[in-house]
């Protein structure tokens, strides 16, 4: 018996069809993952089924007595409230029962003997039932849960009024999922999570006796939690078993085989009216008429949608870097009396992708603006060579000027361009028609990032610095964006919380923790890899499986095999090009040292002194350089 079913389900905004046909069920206990791109109607549909917003038309069915909690991407909260208190109201009936057993030991303490015989029972009764509900656990469930998104116990008495944002994101998320629900309607719940709290999230889901539908565009997080997909693309919704790894292959296999079947029905539809056509004045005039009358009903399926709504990336020309790019020596920084960032060094070099990992309030942020230059270390020192043309993408979007249009504020980063130039990049980066209009302040986050994403690449910048480019991106954006970035001639360097984009496009890691900063040669799934492995020969080889960044577990173990390997077979096919280009090279030399032997063979060369030794310092360039290559080769073979 289904938890929820959907059937049909349909609901526009003014004139624009969000959703034409979106059909569902959730099992008791299932995780699924929604997808879709941005404005697919991912959370109108959350909306829907949590009965905050109701539908044009179709069924939705709960089972009854089904209890369901949603995380909004903008939740409500009492301001005057704790953190502590908050999560205590997540369970009413804990408190309830929590009160009443209060009364019921004030009533006691006011009776004795016999006359306090039926309360001392009622007292019992009140305590097993406060047992059954969880309700002495409670407590520490709550401690576990905050300090697994991040809360520091010193926090707990803190006024929700003076947390941050995410902090309340995370407050929230902690308080939906106590709350002992039927189903959770999660959206996008690892915004504002570090990986360690991502990591907590995922395992409570994957134990979580409950059902869960989730919005989400952590790649990593969907193939560890869910097992079925449910995709919403142009208002429809589509159905696939397993998580995303599983999804991305059947999804490009559906897609080849309704392109196969719309070609080969299409190729049909056209022999009949040829056919149809050139029998029509002929002897075979009434066959081709009852074809004619068949192709009527021919029902000719939709031509399968390619997807035009993907960003384009077209890095600017950059001027060549130094090969030191970027270097940090002893950098330390504080703010009043605490300290973010103690004596960290480090070099980033021309072409290096670096990726910046750590809890959150590591100091990651703080250290990127360092870079930039837009704050200033209380000691230490940041180097940045000659050449250097930096692009920097701010996590909160800093650099926009909420007031400009979208037109005037790309236009800004590139004044002596054409406008044709400045409508095209926007174009590229899925701004068209009126939206170029659109004031900053009315965008959504995504677009937010995406027209930030369009600066940077419009600043010709060789070292691009950027602080969480993937939140607010949708998955076929971050795809694009991890594309492009293999493709970008200049220097990286990115903090960032999702997983999957790290291990795209990283070949270094960095990781800030306890003040220290440990560098790793290679992307996140290395680094974890690397870390178990050094916390598994301090515990002499027993293998503490939540080492690492907060666990690694066989997935990602598997992940870590499949990335080392892919990195092996492309080293090798580097080296082997390598290998190649220097016979090449050494080829040619030696074609040329020999027609310089023939020069200086022939008799008439000494007679001209200038000519003499002019083939002599080619000879001796050429015999060098020549030289220079095998020491390379050697050095590539041994």
Request: net charge negative; glycine share 8%; hydrophobic share 35%.
């Amino acid at each position: 018996m289904s938890l929820l079913s959907l059937k049909d389900i349909k609901k526009s905004w003014g004139a624009r069809e969000i959703l034409s046909g979106v059909s569902f069920a959730v099992s008791p206990g299932e995780k699924i993952g929604l997808i879709g791109r941005n404005g697919s109607g991912k959370t109108t549909l959350l909306d829907i089924i949590s009965g905050k917003t109701t539908p044009d038309d179709g069924e939705i069915a709960i089972s009854r007595g089904a209890k369901t909690g949603y995380l909004e991407q903008e939740a409500e909260y009492h301001e005057g409230n704790s953190l502590l208190d908050e999560m205590l109201c997540a369970r009413p009936d804990v408190l309830l029962l929590k009160h009443r057993l209060q009364e019921a030991e004030m009533a006691l303490s006011a009776t004795s003997g016999a006359a306090g015989s039926p309360t001392l029972e009622a007292y019992g009764l009140l305590q097993e039932e406060f047992e059954r509900s969880g309700g002495y656990a409670y407590d520490n469930i709550v401690t576990g849960a905050l300090t697994g998104l991040g809360f520091d116990k010193s926090e707990f008495d803190r006024k929700i009024s003076t947390l941050s944002g995410g902090q309340r994101t995370r407050l929230f998320l902690a308080k939906t999922l106590l709350a002992k629900n039927d189903l959770l309607m999660l959206d996008e719940p690892t915004n504002h999570l570090d990986v360690p709290a991502i990591l907590w999230l995922e395992e409570f889901l994957k134990t979580y006796p409950g059902a869960a539908l989730i919005v989400s565009h952590d790649r990593y997080f969907l193939d560890r939690v869910v097992t079925r997909i449910v995709e919403i693309d142009r208002g429809h919704s589509e159905e696939f078993t397993g998580g995303f790894s599983a999804y991305r292959i059947e999804k490009d296999k559906r897609t080849a085989e309704r392109q196969r079947h719309y070609d080969l029905m299409a190729a049909r539809l056209e022999k009949e009216k040829e056919y149809i056509n050139r029998m029509r004045a002929g002897v075979n005039a009434r066959q081709a008429k009852g074809r004619e009358k068949r192709l009527e009903r021919f029902d000719l399926p939709d031509k399968p949608a390619t997807d035009a709504r993907a960003l384009s990336f077209d890095w600017a020309e950059a001027k060549r870097s130094y090969d030191t790019v970027v270097k940090a020596d002893g950098i330390s920084k504080s703010f009043g009396n605490k300290i973010v960032l103690k004596d960290i060094s480090f070099t980033i070099r021309r072409g290096e992708r670096a990726g910046i990992i750590g809890r959150n309030g590591t100091g990651k942020s703080t250290l990127l603006k360092i870079i930039m230059g837009e704050i200033r270390p209380d000691t230490g020192e940041v180097f940045m060579s000659q050449g250097v043309k930096t692009a920097y993408y701010a996590q909160g979007m800093e650099g926009l000027t909420e007031s400009d249009s979208v037109i005037n504020e790309l236009w800004s980063a590139k004044p002596l361009a054409p406008e044709q130039e400045i409508r095209d990049m926007l174009g590229a980066f899925l701004f068209s028609g009126d939206s170029a209009e659109k004031r900053i302040s009315d965008l959504s986050g995504g677009e937010k990032g995406r027209l930030s994403l369009a600066k940077t690449v419009l600043a010709g910048a060789n070292l691009l610095v950027l602080d969480e480019p993937t939140n607010h991106l949708d998955i076929p954006s971050r795809e694009a964006l991890e594309e492009a970035l293999k493709c970008f001639g200049g220097t990286v360097i990115s903090v960032s919380h999702d997983r999957y984009f790290l291990d795209s496009f990283a070949d270094k890691t960095y990781e800030l923790e306890g003040l220290s900063l440990t560098e790793y040669c290679g992307n996140y799934s290395y680094a974890l890899g690397k870390k178990q492995a050094a916390a598994e020969e301090a515990t002499g080889g027993e293998g503490d499986r939540h080492a690492g960044f907060n666990g690694k577990t066989a997935w990602e173990e598997r992940k870590l095999k499949q990335a080392l390997e892919k990195k092996r077979e492309k080293d090798l096919k580097l080296k082997e090009k390598r290998i190649s280009e220097l016979e090449r090279g050494i080829e040619s030399l030696e074609n040329d040292l020999k027609a310089a032997e023939e020069k200086l063979a022939i008799p008439a060369s000494y007679t001209d002194f200038n000519e003499l030794t002019a083939i002599t310092r080619w000879y001796n360039e050429l015999k060098q350089e020549r030289d220079r290559l095998y020491d390379l080769l050697e050095k590539e073979v041994s």
